[in-house]
T-cell receptor, first 113, second 115 residues
Framework: GGIITQTPKFLIGQEGQKLTLKCQQN?????MYWYRQDSGKGLRLIYYSITENDLQKGDLSEGYDASREKKSSFSLTVTSAQKNEMAVFLC????????????FGEGSKLTVL | GDSVTQTEGPVTVSESESLIINCTYS????????LFWYVRYPGEGLQLLLK?????QKGSSRGFEATYNKETTSFHLQKASVQESDSAVYYC????????????FGLGTTLQVQP
């Protein structure tokens, strides 16, 4: 089996700060995803990547940058943290982009003071 | 637009009782949606419970079942006899367009099974 590791698990930032979340997977999966989950809302797709150096915008990409420099890693940057923002960011991967079977990490919780 | 609506939680049932968590979907821009149930157990990451990609078919896993009903646009999750270990958050999801890795999730339903 494999595992998805997200770092850090908890991230506290200041308003306007640039914050980066990292995700590593050892499944050797082609596709990786970043989802955001807010309290009372479902998961929303921010970015995904179907291969190394590929980036595709999801429904919630504004305010974020992403980077897929290696097949095994996918990072997400909040370009300017919003005051009182609080959300959980979930990284996921899948074997190919057409299976719907995603493997998720445990999440990174962001709090902006 | 495309969306998923599911039973609002928390849902509390006693061990060995039956369970149904409702899920309905709207897939206005997807000709052949794929449907999924994901589960998040305490302390673990979200994981796939079952999926069905063809209307009329039933998926099953760990004693749970769900039937893809295109007529009623539903994909309800059922289990005849729940166990305490089934306590978790359950998410219904819809596969969007040609890339079903892009999933549309419901809000999640927290299930609490009492011993």
């Amino acid at each position: 089996g494999g595992i998805i590791t997200q770092t850090p698990k908890f991230l506290i930032g200041q308003e306007g700060q640039k914050l980066t979340l990292k995700c590593q997977q050892n499944f050797n999966h082609d596709t990786m995803y970043w989802y955001r989950q807010d309290s009372g809302k479902g998961l929303r797709l921010i970015y995904y990547s179907i291969t190394e150096n590929d980036l595709q915008k999801g429904d919630l990409s504004e305010g974020y940058d992403a980077s897929r420099e290696k097949k095994s890693s996918f990072s997400l940057t909040v370009t300017s943290a919003q005051k009182n923002e609080m959300a959980v960011f979930l990284c996921a991967s899948s074997m190919a982009s057409n299976t719907g079977q995603l493997y998720f990490g445990e999440g990174s919780k962001l709090t902006v003071l | 637009g495309d969306s998923v609506t599911q039973t609002e939680g928390p849902v509390t049932v006693s061990e060995s009782e039956s369970l149904i968590i409702n899920c309905t979907y709207s897939a206005t821009s997807i000709a052949y949606p794929n449907l999924f149930w994901y589960v998040r157990y305490p302390g673990e990451g979200l994981q796939l419970l079952l999926k069905v990609i063809t209307a009329g078919q039933k998926g099953s896993s760990r004693g749970f079942e769900a039937t893809y009903n295109k007529e009623t646009t539903s994909f309800h999750l059922q289990k005849a006899s729940v166990q305490e270990s089934d306590s978790a958050v359950y998410y219904c999801a819809l596969g969007e367009g040609g890339n079903t890795g892009k999933l549309i999730f419901g809000l999640g339903t927290t299930l609490q099974v009492q011993p």
